[in-house]
């Protein structure tokens, strides 16, 4: 979603910090480019005019532009005052109460009944026993929607016969939970097109009824200065707590997610980044200031990988790639655990000094590459995958006809996998330095 933010931000901010001195002219057009980059976001112009005021008034003012690393200072300040800008409000996500009562409530298609089985299987990952509340009394479907997504994460969910007042399931809901000694109620509410008196009646009586400890408003990212609009009537109208931003993975500008919470003072306490139920991330805005200014995002990234990835194979895999013995099915293996871990563009943002590259990345993955070489591999007999040097050239044809693919791609396929070996054999060697040099001069 922030690619060409991210893009422009860091070509200013790279000019920037490559200074040897900087002026206040020197800011004052960084501070432009800054401007238009948000404007050209769909970030609210007010909160952009906020912004780029307080950034110039930092740099400029102290002693900043005197000092030797004047350029990365003023960096500095930018991503302080993006944090500053993505964290406003109270992000805790509160549990008190046994139950603890969560209500999820937007407009239609925002990704509440999605949103809500990503919370509850983040909620089991933290050692709770949630249920969930079907709470929508209008579609059967809906319901339906909602069990199957708990029948596949083992979650119990309670639903009502169609025509139940949204009041009398909510109760439901919460006794069900004493029942079956579930510590954390979900609310999955209806939605509606639009913000009307019936919604907003509607959910401030389940309010009432069971006093929710958190009631997160829904917001799809991808309708930009619409979901500020939407989060500022719902403000006014029902008690929220904060809000989830869903469809982060999508190609929206950005703005949205950038000024929402300047906008209204409500924290985003969770994001949304894919369909899946596994694609929910806690909002931290440092982390998320990192990605857009390229400074990368290694905490999430390790989290990922801790998530996703077996140590055990991870060690194994790594012991074979220092001792040269890194086969191609051990190179399946990885491709295999790494996508597993989210979009490769999303994976590499997170990686600093790699941003650049997260575009490149993903429009490849997107083309189909990396399942080119699975198909490759799995064309592969299993000795051919531990010793590719057998692989002769009618061997390459097999492989390449298997695998719907052309010799010239196996055979770049096996040069890679030996460039790497050697690379590893390299680096596990004392020629550490010479190797990395090898690394960061390609491309
Ligand atoms: N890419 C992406 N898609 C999402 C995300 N969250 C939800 N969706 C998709 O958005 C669509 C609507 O999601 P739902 O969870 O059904 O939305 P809802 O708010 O419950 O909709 P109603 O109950 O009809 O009001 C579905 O196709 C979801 O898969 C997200 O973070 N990323
Ligand atoms: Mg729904």
Redesign the pocket.
Known sequence: MFDTLSERLRKTLGNLSGRGRVTEADVDAAMREIRLSLLEADVNFKVVKDFVANVREKAVGAEVLQSLNAGQQVVKIVNDELVALLGAGDRTFHLQGNPAVVA?V?????????????LARYLVKQGRRPLLVAA?PY?PA?AD??ETLGRSLDIPVHRAPPGTPVVDIARGGLDAARRLVRDTVIL?????LTIDEELMAEIADVSAAVKPVETLL?V???TGQEAVAVAEAFKDAVPLTGLI??????DARGGAALSISAVTGLAVKF?????KTD??EVFHPDRLAGRILGMGDVMTLVERAQEHVDADQAAKAEEKLRKGQFTLEDFLEQIQAVQKMGPMGQLMSMIPGMGGMAKQAQEAVDRGELKRVEAMIRSMTPRERREPALINGSRRRRIAAGSGTVTSDVNRLIKQHAELQKLMKQLSGGGRKAALGAITGRR
Request: hydrophobic share 35%; charged share 25%; proline share 0%.
């Open positions: 999820l937007g407009l239609q298609g925002s990704g509440k009944t999605t949103s809500a089985a990503k929508d579609r809906a929607q909602l999955d509410t209806a939605g509606r829904v799809d990212a991808m931003l869903t469809k982060i993975d999508g994001m949304g980044t894919g369909e694609a929910l």
